[in-house]
């Protein structure tokens, strides 16, 4: 097609330079080809944050609990039933992620210019798209808190009275 292409034009003007010829889809994905990059290194960027933030609070909730041992292991031994031991240091470790989006909601608010530029198709204040990262970021902390939480049921209280 392209040799045809090229007689056609030099049917018509034999001094005209055809040097680069491609595809309207060749064309799209060179212009594509940049912020198809920034958007892959921000995803990776944000995946590598959220894996960061839930090792890190997951870590700081084992502190937590390690710390704690002798007197979540005295509720045990004194008839505290594991589920609500459970649910109050889930309770805690949450209020500490309740606090983080609030923080983190602040700081988007004051991004939002600087992150419309980078955007297609999906204005930066979007409340369906916030609302959706908020709950990713809660299901992943829920489960970040759950696994030391879980632990703290898992605690013989006479190992523990004896602890320290």
């Known amino acids: 097609l392209v040799r045809q292409l090229r ?5 018509l003007d034999a001094e005209t330079a055809i040097d680069h010829v491609r595809t309207l889809e060749e064309a799209r994905s060179d212009a594509l080809a940049s ?3 920034t958007a892959l290194l921000l ?9 960061i933030t839930a090792t890190g609070l997951a870590g700081v909730m084992a502190l937590l609990v390690n710390q704690r041992t002798r007197e979540l292991g005295i509720r045990l031994a004194l ?10 240091v889930l309770r805690q470790g949450l209020a500490l992620v309740a606090v983080g989006l609030a923080l983190g909601f602040v700081g ?7 992150m419309s530029g980078l955007l297609f198709a999906v204005e930066p204040g979007d ?11 809660l299901l992943v902390a829920a489960t970040a808190c759950f696994i030391p939480a ?5 605690i013989d209280p006479l190992r523990a009275l004896r602890s320290e």
């Open 108 to 114: 988007a608010l004051a991004l939002r210019r600087v």
């Open 150 to 154: 879980r632990r703290v049921t898992l």
């Open 79 to 88: 008839g505290a039933a594991p589920r609500n031991v459970l649910q109050m």
């Open 7 to 11: 007689e056609a034009i030099y049917a």
């Open 127 to 137: 409340p369906l798209t916030w609302l959706v990262v908020s709950l990713a970021l």
């Open 43 to 51: 995803g990776l960027f944000a995946l590598l944050a959220v894996v």
């Open 35 to 37: 912020p198809r990059l």
